[in-house]
């Protein structure tokens, strides 16, 4: 029984702890996790409908989970360089991070747009 | 004109009914309507003296009125080649002999001057054909001054005789090899007359000499159907190539010019002129005509032509078919060979066998009276031995006056070829299905063959279809016909054709599906049922469907032969072909509109959770640049994007890869400067920033 509550407790400590940490995450991060959360769910949502009636014009079924989850990947490429602490992207300048966001997202989605028939 | 177009088109559709017939039938109507046709002259005149001569010698013979513009046109054809000095010698030979049918004025000083030129012709010929124009022309104009004779005249007829081959045939010159029997004719023509205009009596040698010529002529004579004699064209005959009616013709003329036609041949050279028919040309017509002429008349204006020419008369019958049913009595025609009436004679039936049995004759010996009106021998009632059938008639001449039978040849005696036909009684018409016992009967109906009914029938494979009848003649005896047939046909169009076996009237045949079980292909079903019984002497031949029986058959084993595909309607392949009916792969399920929309509200959920994140995190546009020019851009940087997206939007809906590619091209250049210029700015300032 205690170790039940100290597994709870843990879980919950652990939660919180993520919580706060999280907190101090820069706004524009903040953002573009949001961004990420927001093409993953339309995603899951549009498996959901293909699960429920069926994949019968797959392409466009593919291009669709496709074009969340790219722009779902391009935007962590972006939160990567963005991100200050990441010694790795010291030199570049967040707006040619934001540059090349939206180019590799343009190029996504015209061949999403092709696939999608 | 427009009348003798009219007149022109009903003797043309005249002329098309009248057909050649099998038996030798004296020169007709038919004959002069052909002529008309044949002779019309273009504009009133003949297209050469040859012609005008060859129309008014038939149009004579065949006593048809001449219209009296033909002959003025034929006379100032005649008095035009005559009076000209650049005449020919063949000119003025057939302008004479057109002259001496039509028979125009020339005054004596042309006539000198026409004898003149002839004369110098005879002695300046070296060919067959310069010889029978100049002598020809010669003996022409003797015919109206008579004291015109040739000098030389036995060397003459040597240098003629010259061209003879010896073998029958003639030469037409000296260098030309090239020979023929319708220059036999020309030769004998001519040579009879170089006798004729002789001054004094040639030497008989000279003369005789010519019967071995003439001899050989008629060793190459050929006969046709014991009836026909003619002179065909011989082998070897080069480029002069007259075809058997032309080179006959010749001949006759000669033969009759020197009357030196047997009196045995005449008869059968007159069946062969008569046997041609209606000729199909001008050329052929007179030809006929001509000789027919020659071998009626006794005379041909040549001191030699004594007795020896003899009259042929022709028999025939106008109707060949004798109807027992209509009372048909029997009808013999005797006739010149030009159509004309024969000296008063008697036509008897020496006998009548059936066609080719050697049996006695049926009929007695008897004479056929004689219709003064209608110029027909007839035999009113059919002896009572003659039945339906076919048979040969044998007919014989009698002349009444004794002298008449050294000037006319009748022939012997003629058989005739004819058919007697009438109604033949079925009686008895029976069909039945007989049981596998033996007489057992199961079905039996009565045919009614002159009527309509049909009957109708069921059986299977241990039946036997049983169909009989009886058929006798009008006098009451047994008659087997050329067809008795019974043919059972299957829905599917495969027919099978069986003979009806007969014992004397009684016709009978039994059909045992047992052992027709295979020939039938072991199709079950409905067969029609169709009888045939046909003979030519059968007035009341008769095809007819009789009903139908269906079929009860087994199973085909796998061995089984197949039946044979029934042809295919030609015509079909290029008719329409059966409608194709296409497999379509089944549309996919697709799901309800409703659940579909729900799904796409949904997927704005997430849209919406973004939107009211972001404004829980505190997003503002604070950090927009303030910079007019910045703030340009940077506008234009987001209606870029805008407008990227539109066009994406576009591309799905309504344009291609190529056209929204091309367009991507612009904007993207344009974004590109747009976001680089705010962008930088941005970097700038945020540098500035930091720096600071």
């Known amino acids: 029984m205690a170790r039940e509550k100290s597994s709870k407790d843990n879980a919950q400590a652990l939660f919180n702890s993520l919580r706060s940490a999280y907190a101090v995450t820069p706004v524009n ?3 573009i996790d949001l961004y990420v959360g927001f093409a993953v769910f339309t995603a899951l949502i549009q498996v959901v409908y293909m699960a429920t009636v069926g994949s019968f014009p797959f392409n466009s079924f593919l291009s669709g989970v496709l074009s969340c989850v790219g722009t779902a990947v391009l935007a962590v490429c972006l939160r990567i ?32 747009m092709n696939f999608l028939g | 004109m427009a009348r003798s177009l009219i007149g022109f088109m009903v003797l043309l559709l005249f002329l098309s009914t009248c057909e050649a017939s099998p038996i030798y039938q ?14 019309s002259p273009d504009h009133g005149s003949f297209k050469s003296l040859e012609e005008t001569y060859e129309a008014l010698r038939t149009f004579d013979v065949l006593g048809i009125q001449k219209k009296p513009n033909v002959t003025a046109t034929a006379c100032r054809l005649i008095s035009e080649a005559v009076g000209s000095s650049s005449s020919t010698p063949k000119d003025l030979f057939y302008a004479l002999k057109a002259n001496s049918v039509a028979k125009c004025k020339i005054n004596d000083k042309v006539f000198q001057g026409i004898i003149t030129r002839l004369n110098a012709a005879v002695n300046d010929a070296s060919s067959l054909l310069d010889f029978h124009y100049s002598v ?31 073998d029958g045939k003639w030469r037409y010159s000296s260098n030309n090899p090239e020979s023929s029997a319708f220059a036999a004719g020309i030769a004998l023509e001519t040579l009879a007359g170089i006798v004729s205009l002789a001054s004094s009596e040639l030497d008989q040698s000279l003369v005789s000499t010519l019967n071995n010529d003439i001899s050989k002529l008629f060793d190459s004579i050929e006969k046709y159907d014991n009836e026909v004699l003619y002179f065909d064209v011989m082998l070897g005959d080069g480029h002069d190539h007259q075809g058997p009616l032309a080179t006959t013709s010749s001949i006759v003329r000669g033969l009759t010019a020197f009357a030196a036609l047997p009196g045995n041949k005449i008869l059968g050279l007159a069946n062969f002129f008569l046997g041609v028919g209606v000729p199909g040309d001008a050329k052929d017509l007179f030809n006929q005509i001509d000789s027919l002429a020659c071998l009626e008349s006794n005379r041909q204006g040549f001191p030699l032509a004594l007795l020896m020419v ?19 009595s029997l009808q013999v025609k005797v006739n010149t060979v030009l159509g004309l009436n024969p000296p008063p004679l008697t036509v008897k039936l020496v006998g009548a066998f059936t066609s080719g049995s050697k049996d ?16 027909l021998h007839n ?42 036909t009438g109604l033949i009684k079925i009686e008895n018409a029976e069909i039945a299905i007989l049981g596998s016992d033996l007489g057992s009967i199961e079905t039996q109906k009565k045919l009614d063959l002159a009527g309509q009914s049909a009957v109708s029938l069921s059986a299977n494979h241990l039946r036997k279809l049983r169909v009989s009848f009886k058929l006798t003649t009008p006098h009451g005896l047994a008659f087997n016909p050329h067809q008795v047939l019974l043919k059972l046909r299957h829905e599917s169009k495969v027919e099978h054709l069986f003979v009806v076996g007969n014992s004397g009237e009684q016709f009978e045949i039994i059909l045992n599906f047992l052992g027709l079980v295979e020939k039938f292909f072991y199709l079950s079903g409905r067969y029609d049922i169709e009888l045939t019984v046909g003979d030519v002497v059968m007035d009341n031949s008769l095809l007819r469907a009789i009903g139908h029986i269906e079929l009860d058959l087994p199973e085909p084993p796998e061995k089984a032969p197949r039946p044979p595909p029934q042809p295919v309607d030609p015509y079909s392949r290029y008719g329409p072909k059966a409608e194709i009916t296409h497999i379509f792969k089944a549309p996919e399920k697709r799901p309800q509109k409703e659940l579909s929309f729900a799904f796409l509200g949904l997927t704005f959920l997430p849209l919406l959770g973004f939107l009211f994140g972001l404004y829980r995190l505190g997003v503002n546009l604070k950090n927009f640049p303030t910079n007019t020019v910045a703030a340009t851009f ?10 990227v997206l539109l066009l994406y939007v576009f591309f799905w809906l309504k344009l291609d890869l190529f056209q929204t590619l091309k367009l991507l091209g612009l904007l993207g250049v344009f974004l590109v400067f747009v976001g680089h210029r705010i962008l930088s700015y941005l970097a700038a300032t945020s540098a500035k920033l930091k720096s600071a």
């Open chain 2, 360 to 375: 006695a004759s049926l009929v007695e010996s008897q004479e056929l009276g004689f219709d003064a009106g209608t110029g």
């Open chain 2, 634 to 643: 940077a506008v234009l940087f987001h209606v870029g994007i805008g407008a």
């Open chain 2, 310 to 328: 003899s009259i042929p008369l022709i028999l025939f019958l106008p109707s060949t078919v004798l109807s027992l049913t209509k009372k048909d």
């Open chain 2, 26 to 39: 004296p020169i007709s109507v038919c004959h002069r309507s052909a002529a008309l046709v044949h002779f």
């Open chain 1, 29 to 31: 991060l903040k953002i």
């Open chain 1, 81 to 112: 360089q963005v991100n200050k602490e990441n010694k790795e992207f010291k030199d570049l300048p967040p707006e040619r991070a934001f540059a090349d966001f939206v180019l590799c997202n343009l190029v996504l989605h015209l061949v999403i």
């Open chain 2, 379 to 420: 035999l009113n009632n059919l002896p009572k031995s003659i039945d339906v059938g076919s048979y040969t008639f044998v007919f014989e001449i009698v002349l009444h006056k004794p002298e008449d039978e050294k000037v006319y040849v009748t022939g012997g005696q003629k058989k005739v070829p004819v058919f007697v």
């Open chain 2, 136 to 166: 020809g022309g010669l003996v022409l104009v003797k015919s109206s001054k008579p004291d015109v004779h040739l000098a030389n005249a036995d060397g003459i007829f040597r240098s003629v005789k010259a061209f003879s081959q010896g």
